[in-house]
């Protein structure tokens, strides 16, 4: 079992470029398939207490947070991995402050929708999302893809 959902999420990551590339139908010797990976300021947060991922140890200890999604151009379309925190969240001036202070305060510097548009990528040119779980860090713009292949 990996202690990590970060280390989780990255192998996750990595076997879908990985399914990708592997059902792209082209013989080994050919590339993968994958032409850019571009990584995409998804929200930061700041957990008050991280003692609840480790009762009894490092209470009252807060911890920063880094949400990034991952947007990859592969030959057969354009592939979103995680959706991050709801864009709505960077119109809040001090971002979605929890009532209790232990939780994560989660703050969006960079729309998802702004990000892409700078990319020159609409939310159609996504054919797949890919969430690696369904907390509201990952999902909370999933409904921005309806035309998209959703891969949980």
């Known amino acids: 079992m990996l202690k990590s959902p970060f280390i989780a999420a990255k192998l996750a990551l990595a076997s879908l470029v990985i399914l990708f590339a592997g059902c792209s139908g082209m013989p080994a010797q050919q590339t993968s ?11 930061e947060g700041v957990a008050g207490d991280i003692s609840r991922w480790s009762p009894g140890v490092n209470i009252g200890k807060s911890m920063p947070f880094a949400d990034n999604c991952y947007l990859i151009k592969h030959a057969q379309g354009w592939i979103l991995w995680d959706t ?8 809040l001036p001090d971002g979605e402050a929890p009532a209790d202070p232990r939780a994560i305060h989660w703050r969006r510097p960079k729309a998802l929708a702004s ?3 700078q990319l020159g990528v609409k939310p159609s040119d996504i054919k797949y999302v890919a969430i690696s779980h369904t907390h509201p860090d990952h999902l909370g713009n999933v409904e921005m893809f309806p035309q998209a292949m959703l891969l949980v």
Do not use: F, P
């Not at 398939?33 to 929200?43: P, Q, T």
């Not at 925190?85 to 119109?91: E, G, H, K, R, S």
């Open 84 to 91: 991050g925190l709801d864009d709505a969240i960077a119109a």
């Open 115 to 117: 990000q892409l548009e």
């Open 33 to 43: 398939g994958v032409e850019r990976l571009y990584i995409l300021n998804c929200g």
